[in-house]
């Protein structure tokens, strides 16, 4: 068979599938939100501790609640965790309805379209806690609890670009990772993200995720959560109601 080495020719139209794999929601904190929960870190000693809880090794590990965080503030930070865990509910269960579609009867496609612009979405938080990391606190590979969990930044130490710029072929200092399958050819199996302050993720609960340690003088504020999603409106699934529908659907266009 003769060999191509000029492989950039174009082979015309073609389409990503995106058949596996979780989704990861990335936002911003609202300034307000911000606000409110750098204020809790600055006086963290007064809330209850929260590390025999957790899997990681750091300085201070409290738990975010109604009592640390009341009225007002707590009701912006539950709002925040709610609409981030509706965004990755949404746009996963819009990746597998891309995929299903694909041989989906046109009775299916019209039943599942007509509905899922119009989620009706219940979330229930059952924890949130603050993180406070110092040089050499790191987090094992774990997972979570719930549905969907996430990770917000508050603060870096001063140094830690000097330190990622300062680490050679494969920086990794303070920053997650998450690891999803095995390793194989054409296959991604980890994700490395840079904190960043401001900056919060969204992913599934069950998705494994490692912390590094980093060097630098100085503290790592972050927070994390567990939430879960319910619809209360029927979305891309079908129900037993749906598929006798498809049914009858396929009978009339016979006769």
Same mark, same amino acid.
Request: glycine share 6%; proline share 4%.
């Given at each position: 068979?003769?060999?191509?080495?000029?492989?950039?020719?174009?082979?015309?139209?073609?389409?990503?599938? %995106?058949?596996?794999?979780?989704?990861?929601?990335?936002?911003?904190?609202?300034?307000?939100?911000?606000?409110?929960?750098?204020?809790?870190?600055?006086?963290?000693?007064?809330?209850?501790?929260?590390?025999?809880? !957790?899997?990681?090794?750091?300085?201070?590990?409290?738990? /975010?609640?109604?009592?640390?965080?009341?009225?007002? +503030?707590?009701? %912006?930070?539950?709002?925040? !965790?709610?609409?981030?865990?509706?965004?990755?509910?949404?746009?996963?269960?819009?990746? *597998?309805?891309?995929?299903?579609?694909?041989?989906? #009867?046109?009775?299916?496609?019209?039943?599942?379209?007509? %509905? /899922?612009?119009?989620?009706?979405?219940?979330?229930?938080?059952?924890?949130?806690?603050?993180?406070?990391?110092?040089?050499?606190?790191?987090?094992?590979?774990?997972? *979570? #609890?719930?549905?969907?969990?996430?990770?917000?930044?508050?603060?870096?130490?001063?140094?830690?670009?000097?330190?990622?710029?300062?680490?050679?072929?494969?920086?990794?200092?303070?920053?997650?990772?998450?690891?999803?399958?095995?390793?194989?050819? !054409?296959?991604?199996? #980890?994700?490395?993200?840079?904190?960043?302050?401001?900056? /919060?993720?969204?992913?599934?609960?069950? !998705?494994? *995720?490692?912390?590094?340690?980093?060097?630098?003088?100085?503290?790592?504020?972050?927070?994390?959560?567990?939430?879960?999603?319910?619809?209360?409106?029927?979305?891309?699934?079908?129900?037993?109601?749906?598929?006798?529908?498809?049914?009858?659907?396929?009978?009339?266009? +016979?006769?």
């Amino acid at each position: 068979m003769e060999q191509v080495t000029d492989v950039h020719q174009g082979i015309g139209e073609c389409q990503i599938i %995106r058949p596996f794999g979780p989704c990861i929601v990335q936002a911003h904190i609202p300034e307000q939100v911000q606000a409110d929960l750098i204020d809790i870190f600055e006086r963290s000693d007064e809330a209850p501790d929260h590390s025999m809880n !957790l899997a990681g090794n750091m300085v201070t590990e409290f738990t /975010i609640n109604e009592q640390v965080l009341p009225g007002d +503030k707590g009701q %912006r930070f539950v709002q925040m !965790l709610a609409d981030g865990s509706a965004e990755l509910y949404k746009y996963s269960k819009m990746v *597998h309805w891309e995929n299903t579609k694909r041989t989906a #009867t046109d009775k299916h496609c019209e039943i599942v379209e007509s %509905r /899922i612009d119009n989620m009706n979405l219940s979330c229930v938080i059952h924890q949130s806690w603050g993180n406070k990391s110092v040089a050499g606190d790191w987090n094992p590979t774990h997972t *979570h #609890t719930g549905m969907i969990s996430g990770v917000g930044y508050l603060k870096l130490p001063d140094n830690i670009e000097q330190e990622w710029e300062s680490e050679d072929h494969d920086p990794s200092a303070g920053m997650i990772q998450f690891l999803y399958g095995g390793t194989h050819a !054409l296959s991604t199996h #980890t994700l490395r993200l840079k904190p960043e302050v401001g900056v /919060i993720y969204f992913f599934p609960a069950w !998705l494994m *995720h490692e912390v590094y340690p980093f060097r630098s003088a100085g503290e790592r504020w972050s927070f994390s959560f567990n939430t879960s999603i319910e619809n209360l409106n029927a979305d891309v699934d079908l129900t037993n109601e749906d598929k006798i529908e498809i049914v009858k659907a396929m009978e009339n266009a +016979k006769s």
